[in-house]
């Protein structure tokens, strides 16, 4: 895939593991674990050691995660690769348990799938993106992963192009000139979400079918629409947003 050519500047990993902190514990931001885990993720793929040193203790610990000895003893190697000390002591209570990839896996065991800097960097511009139009960056993350898989360059047989899969008239409405081009793609497609809960009166899964059907689809019949690909697009990304809202609203 491509590196995405994003209109602001990426963030530095330090700023992005101080972020990522912050949601952690809480500081002058609502804590939300997911998302300082997926700023930690990001900071890591960028090479930075104090970033990967702390998702160790994450997965040690289980805090806002699964605790995975495994992760843990992972991320850990890989802070002690980029420099970090890691107790001894803990690398030794580590050491038998079986090697797996340094890979991020939120607090219901899903890997959010940073596996190199491009896609890292589509998810920190999902976040950044989405307050601005009144969306949780969670659901925005699981109709970018349903339309493209994080590809920008997605094209579906019926013309659907970029990361949230804009057919030329929606692409145009909201005002978006190339929908190739990553946060432009995004922008126009958290419009057209943002336009879909207003008009369904916040009816997330009403929202959703509207933006796989088409909003006249779900007027004509009142619900998701009677179509084997919309049925199944809302309830692949109901099930997995919902166990997400379900989870941070314990947190």
Same mark, same amino acid.
């Given at each position: 895939?491509?590196?995405?050519?994003?209109?602001?500047?990426?963030?530095?990993?330090?700023? +992005?593991?101080?972020?990522?902190?912050?949601?952690?514990?809480?500081?002058?931001?609502?804590?939300?674990?997911?998302?300082?885990?997926?700023?930690?993720?990001?900071?890591?793929?960028?090479?930075?050691?104090?970033?990967?040193?702390?998702?160790?203790?994450?997965?040690?610990?289980?805090?806002?995660?699964?605790?995975?000895?495994?992760?843990?003893?992972?991320?850990?190697?890989?802070?002690?690769?980029?420099?970090?000390?890691?107790?001894?002591?803990?690398?030794?209570?580590?050491?038998?348990?079986?090697?797996?990839?340094?890979?991020?896996?939120?607090?219901?065991?899903?890997?959010?799938?940073?596996?190199?800097?491009?896609?890292?960097?589509?998810?920190?511009?999902?976040?950044?993106?989405?307050?601005?139009?009144?969306?949780?960056?969670?659901?925005?993350?699981?109709?970018?992963?349903?339309?493209?898989?994080?590809?920008?360059?997605?094209?579906?047989?019926?013309?659907?192009?970029?990361?949230?899969?804009?057919?030329?008239?929606?692409?145009?409405?909201?005002?978006?000139?190339?929908?190739?081009?990553?946060?432009?793609?995004?922008?126009?497609?958290?419009?057209?979400?943002?336009?879909? +809960?207003?008009?369904?009166?916040?009816?997330?899964?009403?929202?959703?079918?509207?933006?796989?059907?088409?909003?006249?689809?779900?007027?004509?019949?009142?619900?998701?629409?009677?179509?084997?690909?919309?049925?199944?697009?809302?309830?692949?990304?109901?099930?997995?947003?919902?166990?997400?809202?379900?989870?941070?609203?314990?947190?």
């Amino acid at each position: 895939m491509a590196a995405p050519a994003f209109a602001a500047k990426s963030t530095g990993a330090k700023q +992005l593991t101080d972020k990522a902190l912050r949601y952690l514990h809480g500081e002058g931001v609502k804590r939300n674990p997911d998302r300082a885990l997926m700023y930690l993720c990001n900071a890591a793929r960028k090479g930075y050691g104090p970033a990967a040193h702390e998702l160790g203790w994450l997965y040690f610990e289980g805090r806002g995660v699964s605790r995975s000895d495994q992760l843990a003893a992972a991320w850990l190697r890989e802070a002690k690769r980029l420099g970090e000390k890691p107790p001894a002591r803990t690398m030794a209570s580590l050491s038998k348990v079986k090697r797996v990839k340094p890979v991020c896996r939120d607090a219901n065991g899903a890997n959010i799938e940073l596996a190199n800097v491009p896609r890292a960097e589509l998810v920190e511009a999902i976040y950044e993106l989405a307050p601005e139009y009144d969306l949780d960056p969670a659901l925005v993350l699981e109709v970018v992963r349903m339309e493209s898989n994080f590809n920008p360059r997605a094209r579906s047989h019926k013309g659907a192009l970029g990361l949230m899969q804009l057919i030329p008239e929606t692409a145009a409405r909201f005002g978006v000139e190339d929908p190739f081009e990553p946060t432009q793609n995004l922008r126009g497609g958290m419009a057209y979400l943002r336009w879909l +809960l207003d008009r369904f009166d916040g009816d997330v899964r009403l929202s959703l079918a509207g933006y796989n059907a088409g909003e006249a689809a779900v007027d004509r019949y009142g619900d998701v629409p009677p179509y084997a690909e919309t049925q199944a697009y809302v309830t692949r990304i109901l099930e997995r947003y919902t166990k997400q809202r379900v989870v941070n609203a314990m947190i």
